[in-house]
């Protein structure tokens, strides 16, 4: 028996990317389909890759709308989902693409966000410690947030193995998708095509207290992040360039191993052969992850870098897997490891 | 029972998306990968992507090596087809993604592709007239190209319907795929990013024959074809637009309903609703094809804009479409309307 | 003696191009610059590669603020610069890059336009017959459109030697500058990256008139012209691929000879090699023009490929050769035919 | 009277980059142009961008070719300049843009380039403390990498005011062209569109020595550097990432303090103001560095973000800039500091 979907945000890029998924899914069957401003519309003119999906009409994001359904997907402006999922009822499957479930400091929210902490809801990155199973039957998920899914699956590893120092730097380049798809002048076309630039330097981007979250549970202390998000010329895909320094006695093939074993039964994440680089172009429209490791012994550092898509496994993707977990569904269900490539 | 294919030319950028389609067709097993000049080497270094085929190793295309196999897929060099297809026999299904067997006129291909004409398949545009039936059982196919699968599905239904004379400009942008994946000075990144050059100008191109051949069947009649393809800064995507005079009382109506009419049933060609022209970005890793159509009343000319992914619908999935015609399968097994967007 | 030069409009991005220009012309001195919305704001801010001008602020576009110049530039939106040049005064020279003044037949104006037409200036596009001439000493410059530029200078030899028959077919690919600076949804760098996709398509783009008043008057009789432009992805650049039908007798010898001729003695117009064909990136930043000829004896049409920079020879560079001329300087002052590549 | 100069290599990116500046400089003529695996052909065949020079016919590298000139620059593949060099004589100024001569560590030289040091010539980043006095009236310059160039501009003055301990962490994106124009797999547009990856991680990239020891020359100390490259989707412009943790007691003011003085007169290195961030794109094929500086309190860290055009500024820009401080022009002779945007 099929299960019914609902996705509040239709119009956006999580929102497409989200049903370009559920539409390859073979258990989901896509209802109702909402986006405020574009309510009245038809989908075809928002999102022209949807052909399937091209005749539907998107409605107003209320409770009677989104009433009737197993899941229920948002893709909401940041502070808007504690408000609708409370009216959704406590059985139905709530995964929540933005920011307002995710991080568990309250004080840290209302630093960044600026508004009253909605709370905490099981965190939909299966690959951390202890995620998984939290992720189990649960009707509330928040998935994570593009950056922080990169990061963490970079970094988690070497602290979790005790292997990194408790300061961790981190650069990372996304393609512009993730900035939305909402037009402002420094988004346009004319202006990413040929630049890099970068934004939210010295701590001040959203996703700092998320990877510092993730991070200092994996080492059981608090690590210290410098985070610098760069945007590209590219409009899908991050490349996580992420460093912490060694501990002593620390070796190549330790930090290997450490890797190796924490991802030889993850179906998303590989470790990739030594001497081959993770590339944002092999992971376009798949959930996969592809993470490499150095030890830079002059300089004393440990290098992981990963790749993933943003609006897949950095958002949309990491939602299916999460809700196929939820369901008790196989987690790998309507979602491929293959990217489109060249 | 599954299908079990091999594919002799697995390292190039049609092999590898023939790859990825078929790892995720129902009805196929992948068996075979050859690839003369990389045999031995793994899949995991030439296509990163392909994650779930990684850690395959290419062999020699011989005979020894394609034998087993229900379908074999040949993406060789152009002249390479016809002495590994004699060796194959006449049971397996051999699907010829090069140039080989597409022309019937011997003297045309003799004129642009210098070698003695190796014979006639039946071609693998099931939405031409006539050419579904050709393929049902058939146990060779011959892939149209990239170019023609565009242009003739852009053009062919004004031919068919009367409405068009007997000249054609067009003018397609291919992304840098269509040039293969050998080493080039001008197909590098720094030289074609931010540039626009054509090629092949005044009827030089090799697939000139090919879309002769199509439009003039079409209409019955000799069509004369100027055809100026051009080098765009993508990895993916045809882009071709198409006019030609159009007939004395030809209406905007009566073009429109040609269209609606030739494309009214086929799963993958869809005509756009008014007032939304094709994005090559909307099909990106799909089979769909987009069109639209116009009538310039003052210019006297119908125009007709289609955009395809020129190594899915205009190479490998045109290729898997076909197989599935020939295999009695359901045509749309495997392929997706959807493209990967933004 | 310096040349006193006020822009108005200098927020944009033509305005941008021209300052750019103008800071490296010897001759001039840059004064007033003004942007309504922006009107207060510093340059640095709105054009952050225009280091040598980043302390200036943009004043409000008024007569007041643009008197006392030598030159006054309008980048301003269609239909606004009538009622600011007649405020200049006779004696300045006034170099409009908006339309308002380049079309000579006033009903095409109000068709295309939907407004009163103002008049017709000098047009600046001196390689054209007659067209340099009338701008020496002139006090009124309308600045040509960029797909005017790049299609007349690839068309009009043609039709000057009658060699061409009365209807042209042009398709030409735009990079994104061209659709201009205000943020709208389908000039997102994720929307136009990857993707390329026509507009206006069968008459309706405001360029037609202008290209068939430019082309007529080469031919000397109506030239009929299909014009369809394209969004390509790349931030400049012109690709225009233009063909006619040949008159009887026309060959390969007596195309390219037209060309040489008209184009033998232009500082900017460059014929190329056979066998070479025009790149958009070869004139990135350049006031160059790259043109190509082939006569497709097949199919009876002479073919004509030129590229530009949209915002260079196709807007800001055509700006200041015009001026340059206006004023009696040499015509190539302050310009260069080197493009910034790769 | 005109300086004359040769350029040996004026086939690849470097060569062309500096030929267009060369065109642009007022007290230069260009004498030879060699290039040996092009000798005999047209540069406008070549460099289809340098119209002025396109019938230029490239020579050999010989000493006889490159001798009567006063200035000789050797954009040449590492370890050949030093053969060419001594041929030269002692009183033609000789501009090296390879690495040859920048390193004073001959076992760092060794490790890296695997070949014997060739000697260390004055350093050609004049912006370094004592680089300018020892460029004046030299008649050997080496050029720095274009790496360096970007990563010392935004580093050093952090390490020269005491306010940065000895470890300094480096990301930085460069456009393809500094991977030059023999043709690679990897560097082919289908690859490199859409898709940033890394390369030379943990240390082996070549231009790591030259980083470490500018740092280690501004600190006094040795500083120990982790550098990572990326290959980003633009053809030119570097991005430079850097951090370093910042000594007890640094403020947000001292920071920046250290920087408005470092760079108060430097005629090409623009610290922005407070709040606007590089960009590639705005120093496109322009001679000026775009500089801004954070203070990350919570992680402790300052983070100092360069970018460059490495064509430019990272190197014929830069050759340009000191040969102009080595014969007593003024610094800025034919050099801009305006981008080409958008």
Redesign the interface.
Known sequence: MAVRAAVAGASG?AG?ELL?LL??HPEVEIGALTGNSNAGQKL??L??????L?GRVLQETTPEVLAGHDVVFLALPHGQSAAVAERLGPDVLVVDMGADFRLTDAAAWERFYGSPHAGTWPYGLPELPGARAALEGSKRVAVPGCYPTAVSLALFPAYAAGLAGN?A?I?A?S???G?G?A???H?????????????G???GHRHTPEITQNLSAASGEPV???F?P?L??????I?A?C?AAAKEGVTADAVRAAYEKAYADEPFV?L??EG???????????N?V?V?V????????I?V?S?IDNLTKGTAGGAVQSMNIALGLDETTGL???????
Chains 1, 2, 3, 4 share one sequence.
């Open positions: 890029y497409g370009r539409l390859a075809g003119a999102q022209p890759h949807l052909l399937p091209a300061e730097v650069v380049a393609g512009t998708s900035a798809k037009p402002k002048p988004l346009l076309g004319s202006e990413v095509m040929g630049s890099m630039t970068p934004y330097v010295g701590g210290s992040v410098s610098t760069i590209a010329p590219m409009p899908r895909g490349l360039t460093s590989h990739l052969p081959q680089w993770p590339a944002t172009a092999s992971v376009y429209g798949s996969a592809q490499q150095a030890y830079d012994e002059a300089a004393g550092r290098i870098i790749a491929t490891t293959m990217g489109v490539a060249p």
